[in-house]
């Protein structure tokens, strides 16, 4: 970890790391299903934590799992496992300093953020609202980290340009 970074830095590091590494697992997970009877092992999770499979939403949810095929469980994995990708590569680049990592967050994040503020725009919760105003400052931070390493660096080049002796 580079000892200079913000600890604003190394706290999104830290958080990419870990969702990252969640969501391969999760990602692992779903491929692992692509051929096993997805009703089945529903069923089984259901009876593992004590519900009762009788139950109107259990009984909804059973059948709608039971409706997946397995293409689109690979797609969903495939998904999953790109995203993951992605948060790593975000995270391990911030962990080791690396200024491309800060640009990769800045783009990631904005781009996620406008789907954001239509999808809490148009069907509001707290936690969507939560979701999109801890994203926003993510990226007002980065984005800010990101504009004063150019203007530090544009300042440099102006001033050796400007210095007779280099």
């Avoid at 909804?60 to 992605?86: F, H, N, Q, W």
């Avoid at 590569?89 to 994040?109: C, D, P, R």
């Amino acid at each position: 970890m580079d000892r200079n970074a913000p600890l604003g830095l190394k706290l999104i590091a830290g958080a990419k790391l870990i969702k990252g590494a969640m969501l391969a697992f999760i990602s692992l997970g779903i491929l692992d299903m692509i051929h096993k009877d997805l009703s089945a092992e529903a069923l089984h999770l259901v009876q593992l934590v004590r519900i009762s499979p009788e139950n109107h939403f259990v009984g909804m949810v059973l059948e709608k799992i039971g409706l997946i095929d397995p293409a689109t469980l690979r797609r969903i994995g495939e998904l999953s496992a790109l995203y993951a990708s992605v948060l790593l590569t975000e995270g391990w680049g911030l962990w080791i300093g690396a200024a491309w990592a800060e640009y990769m967050v800045v783009i990631s994040s904005g781009l996620f953020v406008p789907e954001e503020c239509l999808a809490t725009w148009h069907h509001f919760t707290w936690l969507r609202a939560s979701i999109l105003v801890l994203n926003g400052a993510v990226l007002a931070y980065v984005a800010a980290l990101v504009w004063r390493r150019y203007l530090r660096r544009r300042e440099q080049r102006s001033a050796g340009a400007t210095d007779p002796s280099g």
